[in-house]
């Protein structure tokens, strides 16, 4: 039985919603039909297609070959950033590609976009002043497409990229966020239906996310849940379970952080300069893999720079960790 109502202004349209079926979603169907590797673990992805520096970027990259192309005329493989961060047990979420066809930025464009809305619908164009483009959203996950026509780039700008890669500047540029989280085990679920309360979160203290817009946070994949619509009474807290093993606490996304990997909870502190400043309560956990010695979580942010400091005590009195008051900065 829960001590507290539910919040009744939560809605559906988190982008980690569970589908209804294994068919709701055109673009994970469109995948599994190319024989994408998109559940695959990225230690996996990597030994089955190796790393390397991307040909005109600075990073590492996995290039993913599958039976069929994405699109068509793609310059390379649909590859995802190889960064230390990541978790190495979790699946990759978010991959790019460009597409090049002419100098046209338009009509490569244009080429994508027909090729794709048979397969995942209409979808809506987009537009911002120096870059048009098309969009698809689903319940999980997304495919943006954006192309940068010679005509609306008012100020001059070099990238090092175009010059390793002119087709880079006209070329419809890819990105799928595939939506993945992975699903509560048995022992997490019964954890998060006994969930302890320790403190109601502010809803103006979510961590700033749009979910029309944000991206899946793959850094942080490997504590974040499927939030369940039987989950939906968490939506707004922070607690633990009832053994004190674990730490869930649910906003933009529902974490699920065992207690025994938190080395510290922490407050960043920013004052007002040229910025408005604000502050950050952050719970630095332990990694299990070699590349990450920590990592650190964003539990709420708020305006003011002292503002989250009795917060923070109180969530950290109540698991027993320690409590970290940053220096300040300025917001410069």
Known sequence: MWPFKKNNKVTTTHTNVIENSPRSNPLHEYLNRLGFPWQLPRSQLEANFGAKKHPAYSWNVIEIVSREAFVDNLIWPISVQDFPEFSPKMPAALFS?????????????????????????LGMATSVSNCVGHRWDFTSGSVELHAWPPE??????????????????TGCHISID???????????????????????IAEHHFASRNSHIARTP????????????DFEKLHGWIGCSPDRSTLIFFTNELYVV???????????????????????????????????????????????????????????????????????????
Do not use: M
């Open 97 to 121: 590609g460009i597409s090049y066809s002419s100098k046209d930025a338009r009509q490569n464009l244009q080429l994508v976009v027909k090729q794709l809305q048979p397969i995942l619908g």
């Open 258 to 332: 065992p207690i025994a990997d938190i080395k510290q909870f922490q407050v960043g502190r920013v004052l007002p300069a040229k910025g408005g400043g604000g502050s950050w309560l952050q719970v630095e956990c332990r990694c299990e893999y070699a590349d990450q010695v920590t990592k650190v979580l964003t539990i709420c942010s708020a305006i003011e720079a002292d503002e989250l400091n009795e917060f923070g005590a109180i969530i950290a009195n109540s698991v027993g960790k320690k409590l970290i008051l940053l220096p300040y900065e300025y917001d410069c």
């Open 152 to 169: 609306l780039q008012k100020w001059p700008a070099t990238n090092p990229a175009h010059a390793l890669e002119p087709r880079l500047k």
């Open 178 to 200: 595939t939506g993945f989280r992975q699903s509560v085990s048995p022992e997490e679920r019964v954890r998060i239906e006994t969930f302890s309360p320790i403190a109601r």
């Open 218 to 229: 793959q850094r942080e994949l490997e504590f974040i849940r499927l939030a369940e619509s």
